[in-house]
Structure formats: C-alpha cells, structure tokens
C-alpha cells in the first residue's frame, strides 16, 4: 500500500572528525593539534569544530578560540577529568559529550569574557608624552574630577631597556569623567604631569643605595618604585607605592610600601612621605596596596605582599583624614580571631582572601563593592564581588583571559583568538558602573621585548 519510497530513514550520529590521537588544541602545538587555523586542516575537520561550538550554542568560528578553550575546561573540571583549570583541548571525549550527550554549563556557570576596546599607550597613542613601552595604567580620581591614570615602569622606545626610564608617570584624561565622552571606544589623552613629557611623579633611586623614615632609620638598594593605589581626600592625593628592591628575590622583592603625597588637585607635585609599612618577612601583606573611598568616612585597601608566589590578602580600613591616613598606627584591620571576624588595630588581620594574586584594584561601583586582581593560578584576571566590603565576597569570575604568544613575534594579543598572552593588572576605572565596567590590563612580551603596553577592555557583572 505504501511505496518504498515512504521508509523511513535512519539519521546517523555524528561522530569525531579528527584521526586518532589528534585534538583540537593550538597552532603552535604538536602536529596532533588541530587549531582549524592552518590550510592544511581538512574541511571536515573544521566542520566538526563548527558542530561541537555550534551544539554548546557559542560562536561558530571553526577555530580553536578563548571561547572553546574555556568551554572545554569547564567541562573537563565539572566531569573530574582533568585537575583546575584543565587544559582546553578538544579531544574525543569533550567531543563526544557535547555533540553527543549534550552537556552543557549549567545555568550562571558559562564562562565570561570581556569585551577588548583597544591599546591606550604605545608610540603612536601616548609618544607625544615621551610615553611609548609603559604598563599598568592604574585609573582614580583627581582633585579637580578628572582622571590620571598612573604607569610603571616608562620608557621613550616600546621596550624595556630603551631611553627614558622612569616610574611612575601620569596621564590624564576626561573619558568617562565629563558628559558627553564615553571609555567604550577607547581613552583619548588630554596632558601628562609633567607638561609635554611626562615626568617622573615620586622619587625613584634607579638601583641606588638610599635611607628613609625618620632619621634614615631604613637603609635599602632600591630598583625602582611601582604604584599599586591612588586616592583624594579633603583635595589632597595620596598615592601608594612599592619600593622594588629585586624583581628576581625569592625572599626581599620589596623594601616596604610607601605613601607619597599631593598637594595641588591636579596630581602634579607628589613627594615621599614618611608614612610607609617595612617589609617585615617574604609573606608580609602590606608591600602591595590597592585603595577606595568607601564614601563612608572611610578608605578602604586590600593588602597583599607583592609576590605572586605568596597567597593571602588582607582587608584594611583608615578614617579618611589626613592624620590617619599617614600614620600606620591609626589603620584597621579585618582579621579572625576568638572565633569572629572583626576590625582591629594593626596586626589583628588575617587573610580575608586567600587567593594568590598580581595586580590588584579595589573599587565601589554603584551600591556594591568590587574587587579585581590577576590570579596567577588561573592565569585570569578575576573579579569579585560583595554588598558589603567586610561580609562574603563572591567567587572569582574571570574576565580576561591568559594566552600564549605564537611561535614568530607576534604583535598580536595572544592566542588562542580571544585570549591575552602574558596579561597582568586588571585596574577597575571610578566611572565604571555594574553594565559597564572598565578595567586597565597589561601585556608584556618579556622574549621579544615588546608588547609592553596598557589595553582596555569592558565587563559586564552578572
């Protein structure tokens, strides 16, 4: 009665594309890893990256990207696999569990990115400041409602090494902090301190041997001197900075922390202090600190101990007056003892974090507290987040993505595509708000010398 024309067909099950022992991975990995970047990868290759992409629902670029990589760690930590963060590689079985058995992140567990605006230093952005190979680009709050952003170490050339070293220097700009501008399409520079060419903005003893404190009760060698905070109160700056005594020291990479000072609203005239925390052993956590205004009478910082090898960060408060501020003594801090949490004299704290970390930025934004730091372990920038800075922070979300450079100097960002090869920082801007966040990232190609530059990029908090 029916014709044979009318059976019924039997759909085939997709299968895993690639030969055996081959994934999908990197370009610049064994010839068993397949990045769908070279000609030489098979159409049918591609295509079953496509279906693999396309079944978890993200962009359906046939390339092993950020985004993939990602994925697929998630799912190789979720499923026991592979040990944190996993490696990324697409291999049968991350294949076959997606296309095939339909895993899929669960609900408010995909992995984020942020969005990339572009570079904001480099020869043809900031040159005309005498500012070409720079890094960090730490963004706050001027006297006068502007912005400066404060760098490290600074160089005329793109590379470390080349003519004009010093750190830190200051650019300022009104992007974002004046109506009518706007950090989603990049920063546009409006001066320096300094005039034409940005100067030097605190003393820094380029490898010589110097005293400091009271009497010059501490006698140290100091390589150069790194910002890690800046904030106004009452009209006056207060800048934060690290006296760098060895880059390559297990056990004395600082000196001590210092504050320096401003008088002027502009962020023009800084000088030392005498106000600074003495490192007192290599998991000291003061030799690193991030501050806010918490808009509450208060400053408050996150302390950490400058080396991304030692875990722990310690949460501190100070009245937000001048007398308290530079003197040590007068500062809070957030520790675990007799069974609670509480805020107590210098040496109460504890770890309220216990995180390695880089770079940290700690900043309110809108009703809520922000904290952003580079995690070394996940080779991310990471964020966290709270109501209320002294209760429980979220879990770290990580934004901004760690890469490898490829195998040629590469003047690109990092690969895979999507991904930031040697990153580092994560600076939270004070215009930033929960949709629109901004954070300065930097990215030093230490083999090729360059790269060495401040970039930035755009978050938006769940």
Not at 55 to 67: H, N, P, Y
Not at 134 to 162: A, C, H
Not at 166 to 174: A, D, E, F, M
Not at 175 to 191: H, K, Y
Request: include cysteine; hydrophobic fraction near 35%; aromatic fraction near 14%.
């Amino acid at each position: 009665m029916y014709s044979a024309r009318y059976r019924l067909v039997k759909m085939s099950t997709p299968t895993f594309p690639l030969p055996a022992g081959y994934y999908y991975g990197p370009v610049n990995g064994p010839q068993q890893s397949i990045s769908g970047q070279y000609q030489t990868d098979k159409p049918e290759w591609v295509a079953g990256l496509k279906l693999w992409q396309q079944s978890l629902g993200i962009e359906t670029t046939g390339i092993w990207d950020e985004v993939s990589r990602c994925h697929a760690q998630l799912l190789q930590v979720s499923k026991g696999w592979q040990a944190p963060p996993g490696n990324g590689y697409i291999y049968l079985k991350e294949w076959n569990e997606v296309v095939q058995g339909g895993w899929r992140p669960e609900v408010g567990k995909s992995p984020q990115f942020a969005r990339f605006i572009g570079d904001i230093t480099g020869v043809p952005i900031t040159g005309q400041f005498g500012v070409g190979g720079t890094d960090l680009g730490i963004p706050f709050r001027l006297g006068n409602g502007s912005v400066m952003y404060l760098f490290g170490d600074t160089f005329e050339g793109e590379k470390p090494g080349s003519a004009g070293w010093r750190s830190p220097v200051g650019l300022r700009s009104q992007t974002g902090a004046t109506a009518g501008t706007s950090l989603a399409t990049g920063v546009r520079w409006d001066n320096a301190a300094g005039g034409g060419y940005a100067k030097e903005l605190t003393e820094n003893y380029h490898q010589t041997k110097i005293a400091v404190g009271k009497g010059g009760a501490y006698s140290f060698s100091e390589y150069s001197v790194i910002p890690s905070g800046a904030v106004y109160v009452n009209g006056k700056g207060y800048m934060f900075t690290s006296s760098v005594h060895d880059w390559n020291s297990k056990n004395w990479i600082t000196n001590f922390c210092f504050v320096s000072t401003c008088s002027d609203i502009y962020g023009e005239n800084w000088s030392r202090s005498d106000t600074f925390w003495p490192n007192n052993g290599r998991a000291d956590l003061h030799q690193q600190i991030t501050v806010a205004d918490g808009r509450d009478g208060y400053i408050y910082a996150v302390g950490s101990s400058f080396s991304r090898a030692i875990p722990g960060m310690l949460l501190m408060r100070v009245e937000a007056n001048e007398a308290s501020l530079l003197d040590i003594g007068s500062w809070n801090e957030w520790g675990f003892q007799n069974n609670m949490w509480s805020w107590g004299p210098p040496g109460h704290g504890t770890p309220f974090l216990s995180d390695s970390c880089g770079e940290t930025s700690l900043q309110k934004v809108g009703d809520k507290w922000v904290f952003a730091y580079f995690d070394p372990d996940r080779y991310s920038v990471v964020i966290r987040v709270t109501d209320e800075i002294d209760h429980v922070w979220s879990d770290p979300v990580a934004y901004v993505h760690g890469g490898d450079w490829l195998p040629a100097y590469d003047r690109g960002y990092g690969y895979p595509a999507g991904s930031y090869a040697q990153l580092y920082g994560g600076y939270i801007h004070p215009d930033s708000t929960p949709d629109s966040l901004f954070l300065t990232v930097s990215q030093w190609n230490t083999g090729a010398g360059h790269p060495y530059r401040a970039m930035l990029f755009e978050v938006s908090l769940p």
